[in-house]
């Protein structure tokens, strides 16, 4: 049993936050602003306050709309563009207003080099290394060619059936054949990139979002984030993450980091 001053600071407790949590919500301010990249509009950006765990999407127009405080930390994320996070200061919160500029990913090739080059252009073609490839054997014999026989009665004048030129059993029926695509293959390249792309997922997560939101925000130590992504997987996050559903990513990281932090201590 708690005794009186032990109840007197837990309720004293919990008037101070419940005060502090009122008054935070009556300073705070809506503001309103436009996404752009290179002087278009951008959509469905996700803008997502983390301090109050608050989130809006840009519209067609590249507009929104969010309810800031002073000091808050706006995160604006999307897929195809690099995430970038704002501070609101008392300029923002005066002007109500807030333009911000996007810069797309880009992905970098790997350099190529080119060893043995003079700088002379005319003297590096001339000098180039010769093909060691065999050249093909294939010789055309006029004898090869053979007289069409009176029977064949193809009408030239006629555009061609375009179902027998697609239609692989047709063609096949006129002497002719279609290679039809090894499905097997096909399947066995996209599961590959599949999981390229799943193995490459936590790295995604964690430069779209920053590792100031695993560490500080979600309590998660920076060598257990990759297994903390992982332990998340089973709420369809990847999938979500994909779909362009990012808040409900970010609510679920937040949700799960709670578990995860309980059973790793």
Do not use: W
């Amino acid at each position: 049993m708690l005794s009186k001053n032990n109840k007197f600071n837990v309720l004293f407790i919990l008037f101070v936050l419940v005060v502090s949590k009122i008054t935070a919500q009556e300073n705070s301010e809506i503001i309103s602003g436009n996404i752009y990249n290179l002087n278009k509009m951008v959509p469905n950006v996700h803008i997502i306050n983390l301090n109050t765990k608050m989130g809006t999407i840009s519209n067609v127009n590249g507009e929104f709309e969010i309810s800031v405080s002073k000091n808050d930390v706006l995160l604006i994320s999307s897929i195809q563009y690099n995430p970038l996070k704002i501070s609101i200061s008392e300029r923002i919160l005066n002007n109500k207003k807030l333009n911000i500029t996007l810069n797309a990913i880009v992905n970098k090739l790997q350099e190529v080099f080119l060893n043995g080059l003079t700088g002379d252009l005319n003297y590096d073609i001339k000098n180039k290394p010769k093909d060691t490839l065999p050249n093909h054997s294939f010789v055309f014999n006029k004898s090869d060619v053979y007289k069409i026989k009176p029977d064949y009665s193809t009408d030239f004048s006629k555009a061609p059936d375009a179902e027998v030129l697609t239609n692989p059993i047709l063609m096949n029926g006129v002497g002719a054949s279609v290679a039809i695509p090894d499905k097997s293959i096909e399947r066995a390249l996209k599961l590959k990139r599949e999981l390229k792309k799943k193995k490459n997922f936590p790295y995604k997560l964690k430069k779209e979002f920053g590792l100031d939101f695993f560490i500080n925000d979600l309590k998660i130590p920076e060598d257990k984030i990759n297994n903390f992504i992982t332990y998340c997987e089973y709420r369809n996050i990847y999938t979500k993450y994909y779909n362009n559903r990012v808040l409900e990513v970010i609510k679920t990281l937040q949700e799960e980091s709670k578990i995860y932090n309980e059973i790793k201590n």
